[in-house]
């Protein structure tokens, strides 16, 4: 069971930066399309940003442009900078594998951003 562990959340101001980790158990991961999910309170999970195995990205039009996916294949962990932050970023941050769009493994505990105005 791969167990994903997300960090680097925390309270910082509009137009401040945040970059998150995601660390992922298995031997699997350097196979996988990766991505960054959030969910705001009372709204559905979103996919945000997202990397296939061979490093092509995919932006949600919401953080174009403001954040960039990358990862690191050799320390299983797939990372999220975040620039130009605004209020509408506030949300509980996930990585997962994605496969069809769907998040296929446990999902972690998500790590918390919030932008204050």
């Known amino acids: 069971q791969v167990q994903l562990v997300e960090s680097g959340g925390g309270l910082v101001q509009a137009g401040g930066s945040l970059r998150l980790s995601c660390g992922a158990s298995?031997?699997?991961?350097?196979?996988?399309?990766m991505g960054w999910y959030r969910q705001a309170p009372g709204k559905q999970r979103e996919l945000v940003a997202s990397i296939t195995s061979g490093g092509s990205t995919n932006y949600a039009d919401s953080v174009m442009g403001r954040f960039t996916i990358s990862r690191d294949n050799t320390k299983n962990t797939v990372y999220l900078q975040m620039n130009s932050l605004k209020p509408e970023d506030t949300a509980v941050y996930y990585c997962n594998a994605i496969i069809g769009g769907y998040g296929i493994w446990s999902w972690g505990q998500g790590t918390q951003v919030t932008v204050s105005s």
């Open positions: 298995g031997s699997t991961f350097s196979m996988r399309r």
